[in-house]
């Protein structure tokens, strides 16, 4: 959508669309955080294996 497209868009009381879904957001938002878990449970199990 052009620029001028989109301000005549909303300049007409439209409402803009998303373009992400908010679901598929808080998913990935999810999976980072449970990435961020393992590696910290990686990181504890390799110092307590050295130790």
């Known amino acids: 959508m052009s620029v001028a497209a989109y301000l005549r868009s909303v300049g007409a009381g ?9 679901d598929q957001v808080y998913a990935l ?3 980072n955080g449970d990435l961020g878990r393992l590696g910290g449970l990686i ?9």
């Open 43 to 51: 990181s504890a199990w390799r110092r307590a294996r050295g130790a």
């Open 29 to 31: 938002l999810k999976i």
């Open 14 to 22: 439209d409402q803009p669309r998303a373009l992400a879904d908010r």
